[in-house]
């Protein structure tokens, strides 16, 4: 990614080598300024990027505490903040992305440029918002909220550590656990995952074998690892967002909180951008069609099969007990990832989940709906007061000669199919 646009240095001393590194990287402009006119820097340059140049905490807590206001309510796209730490201290902000200050700055430019392409992402989708909307489209807006709130963690390990993780992490961020590498490679494929901490209890050739599966996927290259072990100096540079963080669940939880952020975020641009693409036909926050969309497409799949006839069948997946909208939405993109390229679900309001299985009769359906089933009861989220799985019920109906969207509704939720208004 192109490190061209205004870029800020902040240091209380020269950072005459850090400097000269972004420029020889194709930073440029590059301004420097200290802590206590880092705030007006800001809003006279406009920057891409900041940098943090020094490790420690600001010399002017006010200065620092303007400088994250800023960077917060930003008018336009996301502006990374870079911080260089020492391996024993947080972040001179708690918004910024930490990289340690004793590898090679080349690392740090990688994490750079990383978070630059993060609000390329973000530029280019506000402004296809804004063309979308101006020519008459369906709105489409980003979720708001924070996309932490959205973000699953992946907690990895066998020893005395993973517990004191799985509760620091747990309180902050939803969270899956795994007992051994090859169950941490089952969940990176079968969901979204944001952001990899692995404890104690695997051995040195697990850890880089688990290191190397992530560096040879393009899919999880930029996730970010934390490891409480050394990393080999070659898989680092190939895995920018990969850190040793000495073996405190308070430091791990500070130094990855930025970083899975910004991974999460990254995931809901690409949901907006898939849902702009279809003319505002998906869901940004499921990844699934939007209740409209899902009503308007499975009536004209009812026609269709009414005239030429056709297998159809629709699925009903509701839950035991009431979940939260996070534990909703978590379910709703696990299903997203099984649903076959011919079929297409949404999440109701009620946190129910519909889904219709076209070209698919009923028997074949059942196998279908039990798949899906099964690995939403045993990947699913659940609310930590639950002790039990998230068990799917599922409710299966096939059409039938003679049916209408009404009929063949009734026979899966129990009353007249209401479309969204």
């Known amino acids: 990614m192109s490190l061209q646009g205004p870029m800020i240095v902040v240091a209380e001393q020269p950072a005459t080598d850090l400097v000269e590194a972004l420029r ?14 880092a705030p007006t820097a800001f809003v006279a340059v406009k920057p891409v990027a900041i940098v943090l140049a020094e490790p420690g905490p600001p010399p002017s807590e006010a200065a620092g505490r303007m400088l994250c206001l800023q960077v917060a309510t930003v008018n336009g796209p996301m502006v990374p903040v870079i911080a260089r730490v020492e391996r024993d201290m947080g972040a001179a902000v708690p918004i910024a992305l930490a990289t340690d200050a004793n590898l090679p700055v080349e690392r740090m430019i990688a994490r750079l440029r990383g978070a630059l392409r993060v609000r390329a992402l973000h530029a280019t989708v506000l402004r296809r918002i804004d063309s979308f909307a101006s020519l008459g489209g369906r709105i489409v807006r980003l979720p708001v909220g924070d996309a932490l709130e959205d973000a699953t963690v992946l907690i990895a390990g066998r020893g005395r550590l993973y517990p004191a993780l799985s509760v620091a992490i747990g309180e902050r961020i939803g969270i899956v656990g795994a007992l051994s590498v090859g169950t ?5 494929d079968s969901r979204d995952i944001d952001g990899i901490v692995i404890g104690d209890g695997f051995s040195a050739p697990m850890v880089e074998a688990f290191l190397t599966l992530l560096g040879q996927d393009p899919r999880f290259r930029d996730i970010p690892v934390a490891i409480a072990a050394d990393v080999p100096k070659e898989l680092g540079e190939r895995l920018p967002n990969v850190d040793h963080i000495d073996a405190d669940p308070t430091r791990i939880v500070e130094r990855m909180i930025p970083l899975v952020r910004l991974h ?6 690409k949901r907006v951008l898939k849902s702009l693409d279809a003319e505002g036909m998906y869901d940004p926050d499921t990844g699934l069609l939007t209740r409209d969309a899902f009503w308007h497409d499975l009536g004209k799949v009812v026609e269709d099969a009414a005239e030429r006839g056709g297998a159809l069948c629709v699925a009903k997946f509701s839950f035991d007990a009431p979940f939260d909208r996070r534990v909703s939405v978590d379910g709703a993109r696990l299903l997203s990832r099984l649903t076959r390229n011919i079929d297409f679900a949404c999440l109701d309001d009620d946190g129910t989940i519909l889904a219709a299985f076209t070209q698919t009769d009923l028997r074949n359906a059942h196998v279908v709906a039990r798949r899906i089933a099964s690995v939403l009861k045993h990947t699913m989220l659940a609310p930590h007061r639950e002790l039990a799985k998230a068990t799917a019920n599922v409710t299966l109906a096939s059409f039938k000669a003679g049916d209408t969207l009404d009929t063949l509704m009734l026979r899966v939720l129990g009353s007249r199919a209401v479309a969204a208004e």
Do not use: N, S
């Open 184 to 188: 941490a490679a089952k969940h990176l």
């Open 264 to 269: 999460a975020f990254e995931a809901r641009l």
């Open 24 to 37: 020889a990287a194709g930073a440029f402009p590059i301004v420097e300024t200290k802590w206590a006119d």
